[in-house]
């Protein structure tokens, strides 16, 4: 994958977490046709990043903490 792939997929997952909308490494390595491994690496960099995403029991998703 691509710098310009990579970070527009990072992109997207921001925004699916802004918008609170279901974000499970199944459901996104399906759409993106990665592992869930590749997901869970994208999720690591977001929260080095400086994004605070944890994983909701609840939801059974990642969203972001205030």
Do not use: F
């Amino acid at each position: 994958m691509d710098y310009i792939t990579y970070q527009s997929r990072l992109s997207y997952i921001v925004e699916l977490l802004e918008k609170e909308a279901v974000v499970t490494p199944v459901g996104m390595s399906e759409k993106y046709e990665c592992s869930t491994k590749t997901i869970n690496r994208m999720i690591a960099h977001l929260r080095e990043s400086g994004y605070n995403i944890k994983w909701c029991r609840k939801r059974k998703s990642y969203c972001l903490s205030v």
